[in-house]
């Protein structure tokens, strides 16, 4: 079984740029999440989607960042425009239903330095 | 709200010595209990979870985690770390008040002492 494909690994830019990141889900999983990893830090979610809809974004700074998920499957969460604080890695995971009782799958990550 | 805390953000230990990982969350209402593993340049993945029944769940790697409410902990343990096992793990934990959303934990990262 395939995982939760993420392009790119890595990615540096400059403050004020923009960047978009792309996920991959597992086939078949109905939500999908996006988190903010900040170095020393545990994950914070920033949108989880449910197919196509969103189910939670009260976390995401909707001034400079955004996402979407197109036809529920495939993601990409864009910035823009990009600061110092955003550097992070950017991980997206899949599971078949709701966190509470069902596994999340991660993919490895975007590690989004901005200079 | 719920919260996570990991008391240690690094232990160090030898290998083939014992561990424990602590990690305690403040609300006792019905939880979920999980905890991640995150090697080196690699995306999370699940050592184990605590949804109901016994208390003492065993994960995969030979890692082992007991819930216990009166405590709100959820320690995870290893009888014998080996060099392979370095990593960070992390906790989470969700419940109706976080509308199932995973409340995680800062890490701790284990260090193998060869």
């Known amino acids: 079984e395939a995982g939760v494909a993420q392009s790119p690994r890595y990615k540096i830019i400059e403050k004020r740029q923009s960047v978009a990141f792309w996920c991959n889900p597992i086939s078949g999983h109905a939500t999908l999440y996006w988190y903010q990893q900040i170095l020393g830090q545990g994950p914070k979610l920033l949108i989880q989607?449910?197919?196509?809809?969103?189910?939670?974004d009260s976390q995401l700074p909707k001034d400079r960042f955004s996402a979407e998920r197109l036809k529920g499957v495939d993601s990409t969460l864009k910035i823009q425009p990009a600061k110092l604080e955003d550097s992070a890695v950017y991980l997206c995971a899949s599971s078949l239903g709701r966190t509470g009782n069902t596994e999340a799958f991660f993919g490895q990550g975007t590690r989004l330095t901005v200079v | 709200a719920q919260s996570v805390t990991q008391l240690d953000s690094q232990v160090p230990v030898f290998e083939e010595a014992p561990v424990e990982l602590r990690c305690n969350y403040s609300s006792s209402v019905s939880v979920y209990l999980f905890w991640y593993v995150q090697y080196p340049n690699q995306g999370l993945q699940l050592l184990l979870k605590y949804l109901s029944g016994s208390t003492l769940v065993k994960g995969i790697n030979g890692f082992e985690a007991e819930f216990n409410k009166s405590q709100t902990s959820f320690h995870l343990r290893k009888p014998s770390v080996h060099i392979s096992d370095t990593a960070e793990y992390f906790c989470a934990v969700s419940d109706a008040d976080s509308n199932y959303q995973l409340i995680w934990g800062a890490g701790t990262k284990l260090i193998i002492k060869p």
């Open positions: 989607f449910q197919n196509n809809g969103v189910v939670d």
